[in-house]
Nanobody, 129 residues
Framework: QVQLMESGGDSVQSGGSLRLSCAASGSVSFGNVCMGWFRQAPGKEREGIAIITREGRRTYADSVKGRFTISRVTRVDAKNTLYLQMNSAKPEDTAMYYC???????????????????WGQGTLVTVSS
């Protein structure tokens, strides 16, 4: 089991920056999960925007490439955290943002199309023009 809790959502002006955090805990070792950030805008389907594998390989959706950065911090005290640094925010980035995780043994490849197993409750980001 993996528990995920997002934070950091806020309202920002277009061109501004924001950092989202996702605190991860549970019985599955944080070092053995692939993690990602997803978002869902009103009236739209959920989309994967950034993935980071156990080895640190990063994959980004074209819509955020060059503007967003995903990173993860693994700590010996088990306070493991996934981050999403959002720069040059655009109004079209307005959405509910979710972090997700899946044990590396559950999938052959972890990418934006992977069906992630564990999800947080989401944090709202609003970008105004």
């Amino acid at each position: 089991q993996v528990q995920l809790m997002e934070s950091g959502g806020d309202s920002v002006q277009s061109g501004g920056s924001l950092r989202l955090s996702c605190a991860a805990s549970g019985s599955v070792s944080f070092g053995n999960v692939c993690m990602g950030w997803f978002r869902q805008a009103p009236g739209k389907e959920r989309e994967g925007i950034a993935i980071i594998t156990r080895e640190g390989r990063r994959t980004y959706a074209d819509s955020v490439k060059g503007r967003f950065t995903i990173s993860r911090v693994t700590r010996v005290d088990a306070k493991n955290t996934l981050y999403l640094q959002m720069n040059s925010a655009k109004p079209e980035d307005t959405a509910m943002y979710y972090c997700a995780a899946i044990p590396v043994g559950a999938v052959a490849v972890c990418d934006l199309g992977t069906q992630f197993e564990y999800w947080g409750q989401g944090t709202l980001v609003t970008v105004s023009s």
